[in-house]
């Protein structure tokens, strides 16, 4: 029962992946690229998080905590950047 | 799993030949870290939670960093 | 890398001199360490004690916006605690809203820029605004200048500086005013 | 036992519902901004209530995955109100059935 739905749910989050996948190859400018980046970062977060509850590795849950951080950094130089900043 | 693998390789081989193929430099920096992300997505999933934490820090913060440095001093971007 | 708009507070002199904010952030950055390595094997807890003095001694004039403010901090305390259902309650409900925009074949959306006033003094205060603005969706902030907001809204439904920040600030506001005075 | 599994299963399926529909905005909307509302805002709560379905499946774990959803909800407003202020300094438009842009207006007052 419970693996079913949870099934379903990676099923669903895939689909996200690929629209975000999507707009990322479409997005006219750098910056919608960016919103596509972020977005992909906030599915992929908690598919690390799923991944370490799966196979009882409590390590995986640093690797999410820091891919958070660093793509946080990422998209505020990219915001930067685009603000003439760096 | 592995259809999700198979498909995420598959999304990260578009994103890297469409990241060769871009005209505007800062969409290509973009789709670099994209590339990362799914790397290092991998390699956690083939059980290497060190090698994906080296490859979240280099690849989504330094490079993307540095490039943008680079990009800046350069004036490539106008 | 900090957004331009939060600009740094004012600190007085008088404040400089206190302990009481050093005591308070390296608290709070050694509890972040336990949590983070949830263990209390004594080599931890030293090693997370020294790196959160030397942070909280390097990093000491951030925190001065939040005991500077007057008040009793059980009752901020309190106020906070309340915020955070209230935020959260306010977060599903525009989630809902906007899914069913998206969904919605038609796709019903009047986007725009509105301009809304606040009535916080501290920035820190502020901060927490923008923030909590930002994370309700449907409602985005794009610029910050003093007291003004100017706030990306998908749907504008008052074009008046007053009647918009009737809808969109007054309501975080009620709890923020009392946070930070 | 199997009743805390099956809650957790189900809230991890909601979760994934709104980051689904999140993605769905990012992918239709016509401009920047209406992107960044769909995108990153509704696939927060999407995210915040994936961790804490998550955390129902791996009670011992909750307090760490729980800090990293707040983690998120920290840092997403900062992240997106930084390049929502970017794109607008850089003069990326509004989409054409815009209201009214009052940021443009006072710019160019000034």
């Known amino acids: 029962m419970a693996d079913t739905i949870l099934l379903i749910a990676l099923v669903l989050a895939a689909g996200a992946v690929l629209l975000a996948v999507l707009r990322l190859l479409r997005g006219p400018t750098a910056a919608d690229r960016a919103v596509a980046l972020d977005v992909m970062t906030l599915v992929f977060v908690p598919g690390m998080v799923a991944l370490a509850v799966f196979s009882g590795r409590k390590i995986y849950l640093d690797v999410a905590l820091v891919y958070g951080v660093l793509s946080f950094l990422g998209v505020m130089s990219l915001a930067r950047y685009f603000d003439r900043g760096i | ?78 | 890398m900090w957004p331009r708009s939060f600009e740094q507070p004012d600190v007085r002199p008088d404040e400089e001199r206190s302990l009481r904010p050093f005591i308070c952030l390296s608290a709070g950055l050694l509890a972040l360490w336990l949590t983070l390595t949830w263990s209390l094997d004594p080599q931890e807890v030293a090693t997370g004690l020294v790196v959160s003095l030397v942070v909280a001694s390097v990093a000491r004039s951030a925190v001065h916006s939040v005991t500077g403010c007057p008040g009793s901090i059980l009752r901020r305390v309190a106020w906070s605690l309340a915020y955070i259902p209230y935020l959260l309650r306010a977060i599903i409900a525009a989630n809902i809203d906007v899914a069913r925009r998206v969904v919605n074949p038609a796709l019903p959306i009047r986007p725009g820029i509105v301009k809304v006033r606040t009535n916080l003094e501290s920035p820190l205060g502020r901060l927490f605004l923008t923030s909590s603005i930002t994370l309700t969706p449907g409602t985005l902030t794009v610029e910050t200048s003093g007291r003004e907001l100017y706030i990306h809204w998908i749907d504008v439904e008052a074009d008046g500086i007053e009647e918009a920040s009737e809808r969109i600030v007054r309501g975080f506001e009620r709890y923020l005013e009392r946070i930070f005075g | 036992m199997v009743a805390w599994d099956v809650i957790g299963a189900l809230v991890t399926l909601a979760g994934s519902v709104f980051l689904l529909l999140g993605a769905i905005g990012v992918a239709r909307m016509p401009d920047l901004y209406n992107r960044m509302q769909a995108g990153t805002k509704a696939t927060t709560l999407g995210n915040l209530l994936t961790l804490t379905g998550l955390g129902i499946l791996m009670p011992s774990w909750l307090p760490k995955i729980l800090l990293i959803a707040v983690f998120v909800l920290v840092t997403n407003p900062i992240s997106s109100h930084a390049l929502a202020r970017a794109a607008h300094a850089a003069g990326i438009p509004l989409a054409k059935g815009s209201v009214k842009d009052a940021l443009d207006h006072d710019r160019e007052a000034r």
Request: net charge neutral; aromatic share 6%.
């Open chain 2, 1 to 78: 799993m592995i259809w999700l693998d198979a498909l995420v390789c598959l999304l990260m081989i578009v994103v890297a030949v469409t990241a060769t193929a871009v005209k505007n430099l800062v969409s290509a920096v973009i789709m670099v870290g994209v590339v990362s992300l799914l790397v290092s997505y991998l390699f956690l999933r083939m059980g290497a939670p060190d090698v994906a934490m080296t490859e979240a820090a280099i690849g989504a913060a330094l490079t993307t960093v540095i490039f943008l440095i680079a990009l800046r001093r350069t004036g490539e971007d106008r």
